[in-house]
């Protein structure tokens, strides 16, 4: 046991190596690196003492102690020190003797040692003696004949037992040992037990090297038999050509046979003949043959003519797409419609190709295999994910060494039949570069006038793709080029709702769940109302896969408060308090509405990838020369409303009761709070709008109304998109009245149908900015009735013609939870 005490001033410094030992009259380079150690060899230097090196026991010891060094080392010289960049060390030290460590103390940063010379014992030049050494020069003439880097006469000249005690260790320098292995002949004073330790280790070398060796010898044997057998093989080959006994005929005939019955079109029959006649006249185990075979084979293993039929029964179809997914309904009408064609019309073999285009985690993946679930047909996933290659779509041609044909083609082997459902996953993430443009190469492929030829550059023959059924997933629509984007009948899949997503969690998630961990429902209870807040404060997300984490997690925690006393737990109901205990407070809070002073506040309705929130928008006027200042992380498009908003207000000064220079001696500042959250679109036009003109004209808002709508110099209020998440976000917030603009009026009874009552929502369609600030502001907001003024009412005498609406603005967020105001 090392004792820990007060060291006087002849100790020695303590010097710990990782992975390396040093053995006496041996001279090797360290770098020092660590403060301990630098203190160490300054120590040592200063006072022109020896030093104790040791190795640590474990290496991954940041910062040893005395317990955690060898208490066996090297009593060392440091012969030379050269300071190298960023302070550290290289020394030069030589090993002088095997020394024991016996106390330690901690010094100024660095730890001080006694230590206790282990002289070598059994110096006697015996009888036993002098028969291991020779052993061991015996063993070491072996070793240095398989081993030319060590050298040969290093045991020559060896008269006394100090010159053998000298030479055993340096041996033990040049030998392979571990690290282990060195530490163990370093423990040894006695010469004879390390002489015989050495030698067994020198042993075991030797049998690796000879083994070494030996395969060695076997695999060029290998070769050589591999050249005799080839070229025996090939005298056997010309003389069995020359007596009409070739056997490479018979694989060949077979092959043949097996491509009448496949039924293959006339140009891949020329192709496949073609290359047969040439693979006749080839060597067998020539490369040009195997690339031949290989080709061969390929076409052969597609599926031709193979046809899967499809399930016909609209109920069966319908019934399978219910019980895998919930809501998503555009996309199972869709389906539905295809097999009602179907079985209306028995000529039909075209396929649609579908994108789904949605937020992560909504189901577009699994509503593909559900897809060829209904249909009864084949299923094979692509995922195009960061493909930047136009040859993994086409394939490779065959001139290049491995090539294979592309992805497509590839997935119609794994398929088997020549209509299965190709789902083209990520198809919004692909990319280009030089070696070409993945989106271009499925231009031809998502056609259906052009994919009943699609030519893969490895098969260089046509290959029909009409009839099958592809389904294409994206995030988003920026990511998909144009030309590929018109080619795809595109069905987009909003987030789900919180009501929507607790009926998933109760009706798919859960069962999946107690399924996987072996619990029955009635051992795990989760309320409805626990539920709906999980939902809410717990996640945000567009899909549900946070919530299948967290609805695993609550299952996991209860089969743990099961098993600890199973004689009085039988089963766990989630009550408010587990679930803070379980997960911790609440993740996610709704916005919290200010209700106090509302004059310059106006509140506004946002979409982002989560679903929807409410947009407060903050104005204030102060002293300046006309500034306008726009703060919160506002994107281009936001900005440009502000300015259309102002100019606006400008336009109609008079009827507002603002002097036509209002704008000269103030300067207008615009926020937007979370300014860490990225903000952009150009919904938010009608809510800034109202901010400023309550600012300048001192006329608070309602706290209750929100509202949604691009503005126009004119005053006009113009479609705008994401409605379903604003409108819920309004009912989870307590709005009651929702200004909308006129043009989405068609778009809001749609939404109805689908989410049901909006509750004590109020929806207000205006198609003027007038409108709003009537149904917003407290007061009446005109200094002179409206009707006086011709100006005020333009947008009435010439309303906007009633166009479809307008297209969402998707601009790429920074990040996930970046709000839109769409």
Known sequence: MIEHETMDQSALALLPLKNVVILPKSI?????????????????????KPIFIT???????????????????????????MRMPKGTLKILVEGICRSRLVKSAEEDGFITVEIQDLPTTNLDLTVDLEALWRQLKSLYGHYAQLNTKVPPDLMTSIKTPEDMDNIVDTLAVHLNLSFEERQEILEVADLMDRITKLAAFLQREIDILETEERIRGSIQKQVEKNQREYYLTEQMKAIQKELGRDDTSTDISQIRAKVKTLGLPAEAAEKVEKELKRLEQMPPMSSEAVVSRHYIDWIISLPWNKVSKDTISLEQAEEILNKTHAGLKKAKERIIEFLAAKK????????????LIGPPGVGKTSLGHSIAEALGREFVRISLGGVKDEAEIRGHRRTYIGALPGKIIQAMKKAKTSNPVILLDEIDKMSSDFHGDPAAALLEVLDPEQNKSFVDHFLEIEYDLSKVMFIATANHMEGIPYALFDRMERIVLSGYTEDEKAEIARSFLMPKNLKEYGLKPKQFILPNDILKKIVSEYTKEAGVRQLERIIAKLMRKAIQTILKDPAAVTSVTVTEGLLKEWLGHPRYKKTVLDTGERIGLATGLAWTEVGGDILEIEVTVLPGKGGLTLTGQLGDVMQESAHAALSYIRSRAENLGLKDSFYASRDIHVHIPEGATPKDGPSAGITMCLALISALTKNPTRPDVAMTGEITLRGRVIAVGGLKEKILAARQHGIKTVLVPEENRDDVEELM??????????VVFVSNMDEVLKRALVRDPFHKPVKEKKKGTEAKKAPAKKAAPAKPEKAKPKKPASK???
């Open 28 to 48: 090797i380079p360290i770098i020092v690196g660590r403060a301990s150690s630098i203190a160490a060899v300054e120590y040592s230097l200063k006072n022109n």
């Open 55 to 81: 190795a640590q026991k474990h290496p991954d010891v940041e910062h040893p102690t005395a317990d955690d060094v060898f208490t066996h080392g090297t009593r060392s010289t440091i012969l030379q020190v």
């Open 344 to 355: 209306f019309s028995k000529s039909l073999t075209r396929s649609p190709i579908i994108c």
């Open 820 to 822: 839109k105001t769409k």
């Open 753 to 762: 149908k689908e989410i049901g009552t909006t509750d004590h929502i109020e």
